[in-house]
């Protein structure tokens, strides 16, 4: 059977590649293992913002609806009803995805594919028993979570005591304690949805703090609010072993432990590269991730991969922009992967978006940098729905060119907002251009327009 063009993995990076070459008239299978959606519908960004909008509610009921002078009598979370609901969701979506494929002339293949080689020119993949051949491959087999060699958690794993994100977000009962290890994205959103329905949740962090690369201050900013709702934050302490009943850190030369029901294991996650066959056409793997290009492109000719797999930026709207940009190279039109303006989200409760660099990260690449730092109260909408907000937004402006480099907010909303800083960033608006947006009121995002002239460039 011959195509245009076969794409592997049906995540965000796979299935709207093969939905942009469907589209564009392109013949085109795509070969997906599991189920369409990949990670992000299935076990990552769909299933964890469903929890995590149960948990918001829950906390808006209780302890924080009185300060609304709104009352409610004893609330409670049905956990499996919530993890039934996260199954409609992921339902409608997935559906969602396959009736995209449909209109788009895709054929779907539910099996795992292989590499082969290559036929002449075309590219052979293995899948269900049938030899697929395609003039163009897309490799889009995402990423998987990391499992470190730390004494006691292949064990953990395979007893059902340690969770990844599958299992975390399968969980039927909640567990009365819980140790989540790595304060990252993965670690933070889930402790914000089970440390807040009912769960004793402590994080273990090797760093000296939690988020990552985000804002200091904002990183210290939410790890309080976290504190206030009851979790525990172990910092520079690092996990050494995992026992049957618990987690032992070791923290300035001593070990501790944490007896916990349930452990997450949330400490990075690891590109799917080695697992299709991409040694059958030389494809260059580079600490476990493929080697691409700013089109996407791998180092054999007409192969492409995107999305998580690539190492790149694992957030489900880069996979989306790497699947189109390969598309585009396929059909010749110019286009290329920029990573400058790729706004990346905390959906705890308050949110954290970013977008671009932070003052440090500017100042660091030469920049002549400046950062306004203000109170999200400067925004009429905050004060408003946050009674004792403390939320914060800090925005980079470059005082050579007069434009905005970082944008860094620390409130509810910033997600839905935050993509409007990246256009700036992204299109070099300078201030004046800048100050000349309107905003709708009262919304949020008129922190931009504070800021805008807040700011002296
Ligand atoms: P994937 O979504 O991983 O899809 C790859 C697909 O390829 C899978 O379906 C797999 O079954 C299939 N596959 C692999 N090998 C083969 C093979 N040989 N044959 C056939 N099929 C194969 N990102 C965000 O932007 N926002 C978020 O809020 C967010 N939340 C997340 C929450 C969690 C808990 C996790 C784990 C991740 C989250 N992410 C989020 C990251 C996001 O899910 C990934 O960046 C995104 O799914 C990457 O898309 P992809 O298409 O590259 O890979
Ligand atoms: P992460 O890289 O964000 O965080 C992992 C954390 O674990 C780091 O802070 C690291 O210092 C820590 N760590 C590593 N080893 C440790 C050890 N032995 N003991 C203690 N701490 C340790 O990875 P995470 O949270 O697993 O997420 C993976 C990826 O998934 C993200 O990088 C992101 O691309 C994607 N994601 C995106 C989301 C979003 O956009 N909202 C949500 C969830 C995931």
Request: proline share 4%; net charge neutral; hydrophobic share 40%.
């Amino acid at each position: 059977m011959s195509y245009d063009v076969i794409v592997l993995g049906g995540g965000p990076g796979g299935y709207i590649a093969a939905e942009r070459a469907g589209h564009a008239g392109l013949k085109t299978v795509l070969i997906e293992k599991r189920a369409l959606g990949g990670t992000c519908l299935n076990e990552g960004c769909i299933p964890s913002k469903v929890l995590l909008n149960s948990s918001k509610i829950y906390h808006y009921a209780t302890p924080y609806g009185a300060l609304y002078g709104v009352h409610a009598q004893a609330p409670s979370v049905d956990q499996p009803a919530v993890i039934a609901r996260k199954r409609k969701v992921i339902h409608t979506l997935v559906s969602g995805v396959g009736a995209a494929m449909k209109a788009n002339h895709v054929e779907v293949v539910n099996a795992e594919g292989t590499i082969l080689g290559r036929s002449g020119t075309a590219i052979q993949v293995g899948a269900g028993g049938k030899t697929y051949e395609g003039t163009y491959l897309i490799i889009a087999t995402g990423s998987k979570a990391s499992v470190p060699p730390i004494p006691g958690v292949k064990e953990g794993l395979a007893s059902g005591f340690v969770m990844t994100n599958l299992e975390a977000l399968e969980l039927e009962a909640l567990p009365k304690r819980m140790v989540v290890i790595g304060g990252g994205v993965i670690g933070l959103e889930l402790a914000a949805y089970y440390g807040v329905v009912g769960c004793a949740v402590e994080v273990v962090e090797m760093l000296p703090k939690i988020a990552g690369p985000i804002d200091g201050e904002i990183s210290a900013l939410l790890q309080k609010g976290y504190e206030k709702d009851g979790m525990k934050f172990h910092l520079n302490a690092k996990v050494v072993r995992v026992d049957a009943d618990g987690v032992v850190y070791e923290k300035d030369g001593r070990e501790e432990k944490i007896v916990c029901e349930k452990v997450l294991l949330a400490i990075g996650r690891r590109p799917v590269a080695d697992t299709c066959g991409v040694e059958k056409l030389n494809i260059a793997v580079e600490r476990g991730a493929i080697c691409v290009d700013e089109c996407c492109r791998t180092n054999a000719v007409n192969v492409f991969a995107v999305g998580d797999c690539n190492g790149k930026s694992m957030l489900a709207h880069s996979a989306y922009r790497m699947g189109e940009v390969a598309v585009n190279t396929i059909l010749g039109r110019k286009d290329r992967m920029r990573y400058k303006a790729i706004p990346s989200v905390l959906y705890t409760n308050p949110e954290v978006a970013c977008v671009g660099m932070t003052e440090e990260q500017a100042k660091e690449a030469g920049m002549d940098a400046v950062s306004v730092k203000l109170p999200m109260a400067y925004a009429g909408r905050y004060v408003a729905e946050n009674e004792n907000g403390v939320g914060i937004a800090k925005f980079v402006f470059d005082r050579k060119y007069r434009t905005l480099v970082g944008a860094h907010v620390m409130s509810n909303y910033s997600s839905e907002f935050i993509v409007a800083c990246g256009i700036m960033i992204e299109q070099e608006m300078t201030i004046d251009a800048i100050r000349e947006i309107v905003y709708p009121h009262p919304s949020v995002s008129e922190i931009i327009r504070e800021a805008a002239f807040a700011v002296s460039l």
